[in-house]
């Protein structure tokens, strides 16, 4: 089965997992995105924007586009609507669609753009099944995805490391995949696409650069693990004092004295 119900997110849709969503999107833009750059007049197809984060990183760096924007959950797509209008997004129109069964024709889209959607989902290779169908040939699709086995932090913590490895399970539980980074080339490549070039990006953190300590290590690191606390904790994977310990050592890995590694995968390839 590869469609999806909306709610089978293992981050959830609430405020807070938005403001992290753009938090993340904010703190990482220069890395993942300068070099999202597509040709003036370009149609894109950006599939699973969730509340719009990466959109708006998207529609200001291109302004010259036109972007297709959907995703599965009417709740996201509400906020993304929202933040739009607030934006002035002119180039931007949203549609609520299952990337499964996308509705639009074949290769109509010049690109397309997805970013952190395929590490959620049940059946990776038939999203790119799909997403291949709408897009022109010679069109490129850039994928970016997380990979949570490549995180490391000082100082180092059990708890903390024991938080990780329940999200992961989590995530897997749902179906999901939250090593899906490093699985980016075979994935594409047996997708069908050509010219497959990923790129790590990994993102250092440590007493000099407190902006990332802030915005990375503790507003979406950090948020992502304690934003499944009470999941972790109805299915007894995690006392929740060792959980809350874990939290308080991923924290101090975000002080001046504290480090925090994690890298993310880019992936661009041509139809
Ligand atoms: C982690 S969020 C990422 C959102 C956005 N790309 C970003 O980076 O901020 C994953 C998004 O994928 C959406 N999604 C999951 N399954 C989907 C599907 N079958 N079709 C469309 N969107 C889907 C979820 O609703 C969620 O908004």
Redesign the pocket.
């Known amino acids: 089965m590869t469609?999806?119900n909306?709610e089978e997110?293992v981050?959830g849709h609430s405020s807070r997992e938005a403001l992290r969503?753009s938090d993340?999107?904010n703190t990482l833009s220069s890395l993942l995105h300068h070099d999202t750059v597509y040709p003036p007049g370009s149609l894109v197809l950006e599939?699973?924007?969730?509340?719009g984060?990466?959109t708006g990183i998207l529609a200001s760096r291109n302004t010259d586009l036109g972007i297709v924007s959907?995703?599965?959950?009417n709740a996201?797509l509400c906020q993304a609507r929202n933040a739009g209008k607030a934006g002035r997004w002119e180039n931007v129109s949203f549609a609520r669609?299952?990337?499964?069964e996308l509705p639009f024709p074949d290769e109509v889209f010049d690109h397309v753009f997805i970013?952190?959607?395929l590490e959620?989902?049940r059946n990776p290779p038939a999203a790119l099944t799909s997403v291949r169908r709408v897009l022109k040939q010679g069109g490129t699709l850039t994928v970016i995805e997380g990979d949570h086995g490549s995180a490391f932090f000082y100082p180092e913590s059990l708890h903390a490391n024991e938080c990780i490895r329940c999200l992961e399970e989590l995530q897997k539980e749902m179906g999901g995949n939250p090593r899906i980074g490093r699985e980016l080339f075979p994935l594409l490549s047996s997708a069908g696409f050509r010219d497959v070039h990923v790129s790590p990006r990994q993102v250092y953190v440590d007493g000099s650069r407190p902006d990332l300590a802030c915005g990375f290590t503790r507003q979406t690191f950090t948020a992502m693990i304690e934003g499944v606390r009470d999941e972790v904790n109805r299915r007894g994977k995690m006392s929740p004092e060792d959980f809350d310990q874990g939290i308080r050592d991923l924290l101090r890995a975000a002080e001046p004295e504290g480090v925090f590694c994690y890298t993310f995968f880019k992936a661009v390839c041509v139809k």
């Open positions: 469609t999806r909306p997110y981050h969503l993340q999107a599939a699973g924007c969730g509340v984060a990466q959907v995703d599965i959950s996201s669609a299952d990337l499964f970013c952190f959607v959620h989902l």
